[in-house]
């Protein structure tokens, strides 16, 4: 087995005049009719390659897939393939930056276990995935993973950033992203430190899953023992919660809902209207129903436990009948970056409860990392997220 961890990768880049036009909001964020609103305004955005509109099947899913991908071959938004090189990504949120070295790992390096998860995977989703990749044949959205920070990496990347950059451009979702072609000498460099490193993965367990899949469908072949990756320092990355909704409430009614998490342990305290219900600490959570927030706490939790886990095993599993591991599209997850106003108002508009959750912090991730552990699926957020639509490879 090769022991790089980073590798160039040849990839087409979006070209400047097309940027802020193709680039996808992230998918996260986008409530289905927000996806289906920007999809139909503009054919060109990136949602056309890595969505599907809410009446179409699966396959049908592929084929226009595929054709949103072709459409924008056709119209030039993309670049010739280049020669195999290393990027600078810089992501710019409210003040926050983060920057990512991007380039290929090998599969091979995953299977070893030196790209780690943290997060459980649903086999559905991992394997929709891969038909979706083994359809249209490229890898568009960077898996992101995280090393340890270091100096010398830091030092390299700081000697980029003094030149003038590829592309630089910002989408009405206010994130400005920057790209930076990395030159040969500095590559090798980086390449080298990196070599012996191990990382682990924070946004992209299902895209990793579903390469994964798909190589070892095709008889681990050479042309998909790759995947797009983009490598960020830890002390660069800021972490959100992932709040769950549950559209209906499995028959019950609020009040025995109520009652029944009750009985599972959890005192229960309805919020006044001028109290803020984000949850304050790790162990709380918050519950909109029936119009009314109510702070949640459970008794007798394990210093092991975490939130996801307890808001799963004890409420969602039993009393509302969600399985994390499967398909059932009962649950929604919402970022932390949309709000609990936002997450009030989809609930009353469309019924069922919804649970606000506090970030998983640093420490606790490292920790389940560090024990080869793993959270129940969307348990982390990292904003700013890496986006689809400015890096196409080819496999």
């Keep these: 087995m090769d022991k790089a961890l980073l590798k160039r990768v040849k990839a087409r880049i979006v070209l400047p005049e097309w940027a802020e036009r193709v680039v996808s909001p992230a998918y996260d964020v986008l409530r289905p009719f927000e996806r289906e609103k920007l999809m139909d305004q503009d054919p060109y955005v ?91 044949g490229v890898h568009s959205s960077p898996v992101a ?10 030092s390299l990347i700081s000697e980029v950033l ?35 490193k191990v990382t682990f ?30 490598f960020f320092a830890v002390g660069d990355l800021n972490m959100r919660a992932f709040h769950r909704r549950v559209v209906d409430l499995n028959g019950l009614t609020p009040e025995k809902l109520t009652s029944q998490i009750a009985e599972n342990d959890f005192v229960i305290r309805p919020l006044n209207s001028d109290e803020n219900p984000e949850p304050v600490t790790s162990g709380y959570f918050s519950m909109f129903l029936d119009g009314q927030w109510n702070t949640l706490e459970p008794l007798r ?8 886990a307890i808001l799963q095993n004890r409420i969602l599993g039993p009393i509302l009948n969600v399985d994390e591991g499967g398909s059932d599209e009962r649950l929604q997850y919402l970022p932390g ?20 959750l506090h970030p998983v912090n640093m420490k606790q991730l490292l920790s389940v990392i560090k024990n080869n552990k793993t959270l129940p699926p969307k348990s982390t957020y990292f904003e700013p997220k890496v986006r689809s639509g400015i890096f196409i490879v080819e496999r």
């Excluded at 179409?56 to 090189?85: F, K």
């Excluded at 899949?213 to 998909?224: I, K, P, V």
């Design 46 to 136: 990136f949602l056309h390659v890595t969505s599907a509109k809410g009446t179409e099947s699966r396959s049908e899913r592929t084929d226009s897939n595929a054709a949103a991908l072709e459409r924008l071959y056709e119209v030039g938004a993309y670049s010739d393939i280049a020669e195999p090189s290393l990027y600078l990504y810089k992501l710019s949120l409210n003040g926050h930056e983060q920057i990512a070295v991007v380039g290929d790992v090998s599969l091979e390096i995953f299977e070893a276990g030196r790209i780690m998860p943290h997060e459980r995977t649903r086999q559905t989703r991992a394997d929709d995935l891969a038909n979706h990749l083994e359809k249209i």
């Design 145 to 154: 993973l995280a090393y340890d920070d270091d100096e010398r990496v830091k």
């Design 162 to 196: 003094e030149t003038p950059p590829m592309l630089d451009f910002c989408r009405e979702d206010n994130l400005e992203q920057t790209i930076w072609q990395i030159p040969d000498a500095i590559s090798e460099k980086l390449i080298a430190l990196f070599q012996d």
């Design 201 to 230: 993965i924070i946004d992209g367990h299902h895209r990793m899953s579903a390469s994964k899949e798909l190589w070892t469908r095709l008889g681990r072949s050479d042309e998909y023992s790759q995947v797009l990756a983009a």
């Design 301 to 308: 939790v394990h210093p092991s436990e975490f939130d996801a």
């Design 337 to 356: 970056t949309v709000g609990l106003s936002h997450l009030e108002s989809i609930t009353l508009a469309e019924g069922g409860v919804s649970f606000a």
